[in-house]
């Protein structure tokens, strides 16, 4: 849709995205599936789906009461009209929303977590519970907007689901009174917590790659199913405060209750990282798409490392540098912007310790792709392939050593062999 591209805008030199006032980025379904998993794991099904709905209702209320106010539209009519042409702009499939003031019903057809929880486990699992809580979530919030509710007014639940092998997914809106106050973390509260970005190691050749693909990727429509797939993976245009709301009250929730358990849900928080770059930045290097805008891929440690990183870029996570590399040794690496540390501070204040734990983790896994895949044998990047590089090989230990969480001047990991 041609007005939600005028919408989309950068942050020059932070590489962030932005639409409307809301940052997004891109993600993969591996990553989405894997980071909606973790919060079911942690908290259970029922509490997960609840926990996942509200952050996904609160992230796109903000992200369309913003956007019917920049577009004009007044109408109910109009604003669900504008709904139902971001939804499938994300990737996320193709919604009928038909419900009112007072709730309704809405049909959900080819929605991303389903289709993609389907193509990935379909044939191994057998699922009982639904998986679209981020379109639930949206369901409600568009219906909220469209007719001019508070955040949180109506609540969703999904009644039938591709996933659990149904026919297609519909949900069910009723009112409720579950105010949900909290500010946006929009594109004024990232200038205020991002800093002065630096320059690192190869910075020419990151920033010439990363444009490059960062124009592929404004150029990439969603079919007529509403998905958007490039590169062997069904791809999401997203909203970090989904990912950060349910990772941080997912971890919150934990320490306050679990707390023995933290070290091992961080972990797995983290471990979305490692999803991240093996199934996202694995699949660019090798496709088609990169061999005629970057060159043949060599495998060399300084390469996999730089290109990865212009990837991250392109995909909105934020100006990433490389601050020191020694291949088999050490990786440095800091961001001056990314999508957690200005969620966290503005969402939780100051916290004790570091929380960019994907920024943390995709680093760690950056040096495992440099170093552990023959990239120039082009192997395909199947789950057997992931499981023997992160769960049966990994030798790196990453820390991040400063935080813009904990009030440091910058984000700094520091990847080191185990
Ligand atoms: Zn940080």
């Known amino acids: ?231 062997g993976i069904f791809i999401t245009r997203h909203l970090p405060g989904y990912y950060d709301q349910t990772a941080y009250d997912t971890i919150h929730h934990i320490e306050k209750h679990a707390p023995q358990a933290t070290p091992a849900v961080e972990e797995l928080f983290g471990e979305s990282g490692h999803v991240c770059a093996f199934y996202t930045i694995g699949n660019i290097l090798l496709s088609p798409e990169w061999e005629a805008m970057v060159g043949t891929l060599r495998g060399d440690v300084e390469e996999i490392v730089t290109s990865s990183v212009a990837i991250t870029r392109a995909l909105g996570f934020g100006h990433w540098t490389v601050d020191e590399l020694e291949p088999d040794r050490r990786l440095v690496m800091r961001s001056s912007s990314n999508y957690e540390s200005p969620f966290y501070f503005e969402r939780y204040g100051l916290s004790e310790k570091p929380r960019c734990y994907f920024f943390a983790n995709a680093s760690r896994a950056i040096m495992q792709l440099a170093h552990r895949v023959d990239w120039a044998s082009r192997p395909e990047l199947t789950e057997d392939l992931y499981l023997s590089l992160f769960k049966a090989d990994l030798k790196w230990r990453v820390e991040e050593t400063r935080c813009c969480s904990k009030g440091d001047d910058v984000c700094e990991v520091v990847v080191t062999k185990g």
């Open 1 to 231: 849709m041609n007005q939600l591209k005028e919408f989309s805008a950068e942050l020059p030199g932070q590489d962030l995205k932005f639409l409307g006032s809301t940052p997004y980025v891109y993600h993969c379904h591996h990553f989405n599936l894997f980071h909606d998993q973790t919060v079911e794991d942690a908290l259970g099904e029922e509490e997960g789906f609840l926990i996942r709905s509200r952050a996904a209702q609160s992230a796109v209320w903000q992200l369309l009461s913003d956007l019917v106010a920049k577009a004009g539209a007044s109408t109910p009519a109009e604003r669900l009209q504008l709904a139902a042409a971001v939804f499938p702009w994300m990737g996320q499939g193709r919604l009928e929303l038909l419900a009112g003031a007072e709730g309704g019903n809405v049909r959900g057809d080819h929605l991303h977590y389903s289709f993609a929880w389907r193509e990935k486990y379909g044939a191994r699992v057998r699922r009982r519970f639904p998986v679209d809580a981020f379109a639930a979530g949206f369901a409600a919030a568009a219906t909220e907007v469209a007719f001019s509710l508070p955040p949180g007014a109506l609540a969703s639940r999904e009644q039938s689901c591709f996933a659990c092998r149904q026919p297609a997914c519909g949900f069910e809106l009723g009112r409720q009174d579950v105010p949900s106050q909290a500010e946006p973390v929009n594109r004024e509260v990232f200038l205020r917590h991002i800093r002065q970005p630096s320059e690192g190691l190869e910075e020419g050749r990151i920033a010439e790659i990363a444009t490059g693909l960062n124009e592929f990727l404004l150029g990439v429509d969603g079919d007529e199913r509403g998905l958007v797939q490039g590169f």
